[in-house]
């Protein structure tokens, strides 16, 4: 089975312009959540979707958002980009419906740096 | 405030030794994973603890849930050079009908042949 697949695996870009990131689950994970991992806050949650509907979200501006598509890929785009948006960002799948079991499966990541 | 504190941040042994990590909460989990992250690498899952009190074994690994749900430590006996890596704990709170993961920030563990 092939695991989650991250694109681009690194990514520069400037301040002010937008980033869109790409994400391909497990085949039959139906959840896909979005982290954003930095040495200086660790793992950040952005937001989850399951069946193309986001269901939970974290503490993050309104310049971060998701979307999920039919056969489960996600993609993630940020908007005005800030130099603080430097980070890896993580994908991962999961079924999504297995409660306190939920194993999350996590992709490569994209190394964001933003100039 | 983060929600979950690891300890220690860094720790950097001999090969051989014993260690442990801790991860501490104030707040109850409905169960507590541990992640391994190598570089370049995403997590990966290591084990799934639910009940207070539980204690799971992977080869070396000892794996120990709190009895209140609110903490957990991972033990690693004779450490060894491919232990290597960033180990992340991940609590999992219910929110309705489906389970949010909030990680901590990890223990970097280097094990020096």
């Known amino acids: 089975k092939a695991g989650v697949t991250q694109t681009p695996r690194y990514l520069i870009k400037t301040r002010g312009q937008q980033v869109t990131l790409s994400c391909s689950p497990i085949s039959g994970h139906r959840s896909v959540s979005w982290y954003q991992q930095t040495p200086g806050q660790g793992l950040q949650f952005l937001f989850e979707?399951?069946?193309?509907?986001?269901?939970n979200k974290g503490n993050f501006p309104g310049r971060f958002s998701g979307r999920q598509f039919s056969n489960s890929r996600s993609e993630m785009n940020v908007s005005t980009l800030e130099l603080g948006d430097s980070a890896l960002y993580l994908c991962?799948?999961?079924?999504?419906?297995?409660?306190?079991?939920?194993?999350?499966?996590f992709g490569p990541g994209t190394r964001l740096t933003v100039l | 405030t983060q929600l979950l504190e690891q300890s220690p941040q860094f720790l950097s042994i001999q090969e051989g030794e014993n260690l442990t990590v801790y991860c501490n909460s104030s707040s109850v989990f409905s169960s507590l994973q541990w992640y391994r992250q190598e570089p370049g690498e995403g997590p990966v899952l290591l084990v799934t603890?639910?009940?207070?009190?539980e204690v799971k074994k992977l080869k070396r690994l000892t794996f120990q849930f709190g009895d209140a749900r609110k903490d957990s430590s991972l033990h690693i006996t004779a450490a060894q050079p491919g232990d290597t890596g960033l180990y992340l704990c991940a609590g999992a709170k219910s929110g309705g009908s489906n389970y949010k993961l909030t990680f901590g920030k990890g223990t970097l563990l280097t094990v020096n042949p």
């Open positions: 979707y399951f069946s193309e509907t986001q269901r």
């Open positions: 603890v639910v009940t207070g009190g």
């Open positions: 991962a799948s999961s079924l999504g419906d297995r409660g306190p079991y939920n194993e999350q499966f």
